[in-house]
């Protein structure tokens, strides 16, 4: 079903002027989606420049690659990598690529993905329970659902979806599939998930926050943030960019300690006297989506881009 569905590509312009210093550099889109961040950096990069795209979701390489894909990208500086954004280094070294001038990071499902009811990432449509943003491999969030016991699913709910009723949603969970009838599709996650959530803030459906974290808990989407984000400053260039577009608060939490913790000096206790390592990065700022483009795609909303720059000290061999 790759391109029945259409994007909208959130903070566009602001996260590229971010990024783009060198026009005849290397950088990585580690999220293509549906190609906007891509089509714009490459609409900018130099004859000599080179852009490299990861993605886990097989429709969206298909949508850069296939011959009939309206979406194909067909440009000799470019490649994409079948490949999660966690693995960054490896497959940029198999590319014979050791330092990169810019690296972009688009968290987050994207419309296609939240659109199509098969993929199972929303409560809007009735669809298989399935969330994995890579289908060639993995367990689903039904078969997760499956066979996870009440407290760990529990944990699950609480931490990666904030939500102060997930003891009652995971015993209503692990109930229904004692009675033999274990919840396989997204209609029936969110009408369990209805049955035990007792109140809800104003405008937001009782399921949302439970989606939010069996997607999250299904793609380790946490765990490859933080791996991606501890490879980047030693494959930026001295001046290079790291640029992160984050949805909610748990992605951007990480994108911000990393950031700060990266920024700034820090004596060892141990030995007061040994010179401070020198700073790796230095934050540029935070940017948010403006009112007209809030308005013109609502996704857009919570959306938080971050900026950070590589610092010119030399860099470790």
């Known amino acids: 079903m790759a391109g029945a569905y259409t994007h909208r590509t959130v903070l566009l312009k602001e996260a590229v002027d971010a990024l783009m210093w060198e026009p005849d550099g290397i950088y990585v889109d580690g999220t293509y989606g549906r190609g906007g961040h891509s089509r714009e950096l490459l609409?900018?990069?130099?004859?000599?420049?080179?852009?490299?795209?990861?993605?886990?979701?097989?429709?969206?390489?298909?949508a850069a690659t296939a011959a009939d894909s309206a979406s194909r990208v067909e440009d000799p500086r470019f490649c994409i990598c079948h490949a999660s954004f966690a693995?960054?280094?490896?497959?940029?070294?198999a590319l014979g690529?050791?330092?990169v001038h810019g690296v972009l990071l688009d968290l987050g499902v994207s419309?296609?993905?939240?659109?199509?009811?098969?993929?199972?990432?929303?409560?809007?449509?009735?669809?298989?329970?399935?969330?994995?943003?890579?289908?060639?491999?993995?367990?689903?969030?039904a078969d997760f659902l499956n066979r996870v016991d009440e407290q760990q699913l529990a944990q699950v709910i609480r931490d990666y979806g904030e939500e102060r009723f997930a003891r009652p949603i995971a015993k209503a969970l692990v109930a229904r599939r004692t009675a033999g009838r274990p919840v396989l599709t997204t209609?029936?996650?969110?009408?369990?998930?209805?049955?035990?959530?007792?109140?809800?803030?104003?405008?937001q459906d009782p399921a949302t926050?439970?989606?939010?974290?069996?997607?999250?808990?299904?793609?380790?989407?946490?765990?490859?943030?933080?791996?991606a984000l501890s490879q980047v400053p030693d494959l930026l260039l001295p001046g290079g960019r790291l640029a992160v577009i984050a949805f909610h608060s748990l992605e951007d939490r990480i994108v911000k300690t990393f950031i700060a913790r990266e920024s700034r000096?820090?004596?060892d206790r141990r030995a007061p006297f040994a010179p401070v390592p020198p700073l790796r990065l230095k934050a540029l700022g935070r940017i948010k989506p403006s009112a007209?483009?809030?308005?013109?795609?609502?996704?857009?909303?919570?959306?938080?881009?971050?900026?950070?720059?590589?610092?010119g000290e030399a860099l470790a061999a």
């Open 43 to 62: 609409a900018r990069l130099g004859r000599g420049g080179r852009l490299v795209a990861f993605d886990k979701d097989p429709e969206a390489i298909a």
């Open 87 to 93: 693995d960054l280094r490896d497959e940029l070294t």
């Open 97 to 99: 690529i050791t330092r």
């Open 111 to 141: 419309s296609p993905q939240i659109d199509d009811p098969a993929r199972g990432f929303s409560f809007r449509f009735d669809g298989p329970l399935d969330m994995r943003m890579d289908t060639t491999r993995g367990e689903s969030a």
């Open 187 to 203: 209609a029936e996650l969110s009408a369990v998930v209805a049955s035990a959530v007792r109140t809800r803030e104003a405008g």
């Open 209 to 227: 926050r439970t989606f939010q974290a069996l997607r999250i808990f299904v793609n380790a989407e946490l765990e490859a943030l933080e791996r």
């Open 265 to 267: 000096a820090e004596v």
């Open 292 to 311: 007209d483009e809030v308005a013109a795609n609502p996704r857009a909303r919570s959306a938080v881009l971050r900026v950070a720059e590589r610092t």
